[in-house]
C-alpha cells in the first residue's frame, strides 16, 4: 500500500475537527464522508466506525451511503484516476472494448487499484461529453473519441511520468 493513503495521527487529528464543525450543519454526514474521502483519500471501515459513533448512525448505514456513491471510495485510491466512460453514448461506441484493454494492461478489474498505489481504474457514468464519446478522463481531463490504441498510449504515458517523478 502506498503511504499517500495511510491514515495518520495528524489527519485523524483534522478529521475529527473536520466532524466537529459539521455537526454544527443540518445534514452532517455528506459533509463529513467528503472531508473523509479528501483528507484519507478513501474511507475505510475504521473511519466509518469513527464517523457512525460521532453521527449516531449505524455503521451499516454508513456503509451503505460509502458504496452507494462513486465519489467515495471504500479501498485508497492511485495518484492516478483513469475513469472509461460507460455510459449509453459511449458504451454503444465500444467504451467496454476500451474498459477490457486498460483492465488487461494494468492487470486490474474496474474499481482497483495497481500494486504500485499509482493508478486506478473506474466506471464512470456520463461526464457530459457525449458528443465525443467513447471518452476516458484521466484526473480532470477528458479524451474524446477514445480507441484502444490512445487508451495505450495514455497507460504508457503514465507510467513514463510514474517513472521519472522516482
Ligand atoms: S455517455 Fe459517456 S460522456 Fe455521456
Known amino acids: 500500500m502506498n503511504t499517500r493513503s495511510r491514515i495518520t ?17 443540518p445534514g ?3 459533509p463529513t464522508l467528503h472531508d473523509a474521502q479528501h483528507i484519507f483519500g478513501y474511507i475505510p471501515i475504521s473511519v466509518q466506525k469513527i464517523i457512525a459513533k460521532e453521527l449516531n448512525e449505524s455503521v451499516a448505514k454508513i456503509n ?13 485510491k492511485g495518484r492516478r484516476t483513469l475513469g472509461v466512460c460507460l455510459g449509453t453514448a459511449c458504451y454503444v461506441r465500444g467504451s467496454q472494448t476500451i474498459m477490457d484493454t486498460l483492465e488487461e494492461e494494468l ?8 500494486k504500485d498505489g499509482e493508478i486506478t481504474l473506474e466506471a464512470t457514468r456520463c461526464i457530459g461529453a457525449c ?18 490504441t490512445k487508451a ?5 504515458e503514465i507510467k513514463a511520468e510514474t517513472h521519472e517523478i522516482k
Open 131 to 148: 458528443g465525443l464519446a467513447p471518452v476516458f478522463s484521466v484526473a480532470d481531463k477528458i479524451y474524446g473519441n477514445a480507441s484502444i
Open 64 to 76: 451503505g451511503v460509502v458504496t452507494f456513491y462513486s465519489n467515495f471510495s471504500i479501498t485508497p
Open 9 to 25: 495521527s495528524e489527519k485523524l487529528a483534522l478529521f475529527e475537527s473536520q466532524i466537529k464543525k459539521n455537526k454544527e450543519l
Open 107 to 114: 492487470g486490474i478489474k474496474a474499481g482497483e487499484t495497481t
Open 28 to 30: 452532517p454526514l455528506m
Open 152 to 156: 495505450k498510449q495514455i497507460i504508457k
